[in-house]
Nanobody, 127 residues
Framework: QLQLVESGGGLVQPGGSLRLSCAAS????????IGWFRQAPGKEREGVSC????????MYADSVKGRFTISRDNAKNTVYLQMNSLKPEDTAVYYC????????????????????WGQGNQVTVSS
């Protein structure tokens, strides 16, 4: 079964940090760009960050630039999203997704281009 599984979410105070993980099972991530998306209550899902298959290129939404860092360890078949200086507006369900178009050499936030999606992981930033 091909799937992505997110972990690492939870409740954190404003200013705190969390690291999300996205692990693949049933397939290798080596030729996939990986995107992180999030959906807050009452809002549409939005792109947060993306990393190409080689890790050479990354992309961030303006709202998280300078606070979030995406990375990958292809040997572990896992992608990470380090989230620092968290704000209440970062509260959302976070999803990782894999895009195999072009062997993952391009980062995009177009959801229809992503082949596999995780189940989502709740992140709540609150005091």
């Amino acid at each position: 079964q091909l799937q992505l599984v997110e972990s690492g979410g939870g409740l954190v105070q404003p200013g705190g940090s969390l690291r999300l993980s996205c692990a693949a099972s049933g397939f290798r991530l080596d030729y996939y760009a990986i995107g992180w998306f999030r959906q807050a209550p009452g809002k549409e899902r939005e792109g947060v960050s993306c990393i190409t298959s080689s890790g050479a290129s990354t992309m961030y939404a303006d709202s998280v630039k300078g606070r979030f860092t995406i990375s990958r360890d292809n040997a572990k078949n896992t992608v990470y999203l380090q989230m620092n200086s968290l704000k209440p507006e970062d509260t959302a369900v976070y999803y990782c997704a894999a895009n195999g178009a072009g062997a993952g050499r391009q980062c995009v936030f177009r959801e229809f281009q992503y082949d596999y999606w995780g189940q989502g992981n709740q992140v709540t930033v609150s005091s």
